[in-house]
């Protein structure tokens, strides 16, 4: 569906995307992982033949011309651009006939589409005046008028609350079983379970591509995941056999090599510094675990 094949662009000095080869296969939601500045709009609007690359090549569908491709590929940018003063099926309309639909085709799609994206009770809405929840339905909804086969959003769900983002991914979910391939950039590591494959870009590369399964797999350390009754734990634990401690909002995992040996000497180095511990246990790494060591093993 997606070939690349060493593909580099750089922007003046900054080297956005860096010799990239990767395969996306029909049937798949693959997602393009990292960061804020991984590269990862760059690489999408390569796909979509917006922006050359500066070397290597891109196949799209079979083609290396993305002229011809871009007839069965929607995409949903990180920055859609809806129209405000529109209603949402005045936007929708607009997209089918964009997109080359005829009037009964779009009324037609309109109507499946809109109900498909849970956003048909609010068809007479000002865009202006959605959540940002919705507005995320209605761009998705507007990208399927072209009825894709490969469908390539970027960023979908930046800034949208958990709720709404569960129900995107549901969508997208029964959108794929429908059978459209999905090529979805996220900055969000929870996300990147949901996909079938995952690249991790870090820096302009991908790091690593595999299954959220075979990511975990090559996790080469143990995971303890730590909470205590205070926020300044390091200090505390500079003697203690620990290679790495991140924090995620209210818990901290701690990269170690034998589980057991680190949890008696942290229960030590805490009891001995008055800190109470509530919570101590080995735990699956996370895709969030994995990728910080991937991105380190690069950096
Ligand atoms: N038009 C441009 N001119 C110069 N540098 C750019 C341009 N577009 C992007 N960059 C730089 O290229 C790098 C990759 O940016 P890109 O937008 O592709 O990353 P991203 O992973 O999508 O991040 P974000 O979510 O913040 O957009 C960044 O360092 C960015 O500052």
New binding site residues.
Partial sequence: MIALSNVSKA??T?Q?VNNVSLEVRAGEIFGLV?P???????MMRILTGLLAPTSGTVSVMGSDKLETAREHIGYVP?KFSLYGDLTVLENIRLFGALYGQNKEQIEVLAEHILGFTKILPFKDRLADHLSGGMKQKLALAAGLMHQPRLFLLD?PTTGVDPVSRREFWQMLYNLNKEGTTIFVST?YMDEAEFCTRIAFMHQGRIVSCDSPQGLRQRYPYKVLELRASDRNIKRHLADCPILDINSFGETYHLAVNNAGDAATRIRQALAAAGIAITGLEEIEPTLEDVFVVLANEVA
């Fill in positions: 922007y003046q900054i956005a990292g804020d500045g991984a590269g990862k709009t760059t990180q960023e900055p």
